[in-house]
């Protein structure tokens, strides 16, 4: 469902949750349970809503540290980037928007590949080209994720590309990035 028919159909129960409040009050007035339950409703949707958008986004956690201060910071923004992507998509911003977004996000993730590649290749890292690899196939399935976005359904590759983001970020840290950056600490770097 695209953010815009969502969008619409949480003003449909809004308008229709308040219009029954209304009558509800005319008819039975202040003192019967019933206007009060719709008002009840009215105020705790934005209240699930609200915990439902937070579980969509990432947040940093020191289990996510490896130890390397500047490739630590780089995840962090990494993670931030993912998240303004996906409120600019999921608030419903508007392609720019979500363009300039994703395109920011690309950008600072190939610049932190190309350092952290460096770092990797200056102290010998014994993985470096299973690493360099990884890195090389998610630039290729982001590209693919675009070139969907401009030719087929916006809002559903918006979707895919966000859920996979945040997925391949997270296990990469996990299961790839801290094992470099433990090779990489005992070699000395900083």
Do not use: C
């Not at 296990?171 to 990035?177: K, S």
């Amino acid at each position: 469902m695209s953010a815009q028919t969502k969008m619409a159909l949480l003003a449909i129960i809004y308008s229709l949750l308040g219009a029954s409040a209304a009558v509800t009050f005319i008819s039975l007035g202040a003192l019967h349970f019933v206007p009060w339950l719709f008002v009840a409703a009215l105020v705790a949707i934005p209240y699930f809503i609200n915990r439902n958008e937070k579980q969509h986004f990432l947040e940093w956690k020191e289990d996510l540290a490896g130890g390397i201060e500047r490739i630590d910071n780089d995840h962090k923004q990494l993670i931030r980037l993912i998240n303004e992507f996906e409120a600019a998509a999921h608030y419903n911003q508007g392609a720019l928007f979500e363009e300039r977004a994703l395109a920011k996000l690309v950008d600072y993730t190939k610049n932190h590949f190309a350092a952290e590649e460096k770092l990797m290749q200056e102290h010998n890292y014994p993985e470096y080209e299973q690493h360099i690899a990884q890195h090389k196939a998610m630039i290729q399935k982001v590209g693919t994720f675009l070139n969907s976005y401009q030719s087929d359904d916006p809002d559903q590759t918006i979707e895919e590309i966000a859920a996979y983001l945040r997925y391949w970020l997270v296990n990469h840290i996990i299961n790839v990035d801290k094992k470099a950056s433990r090779f990489l600490s005992e070699a000395g770097a900083h």
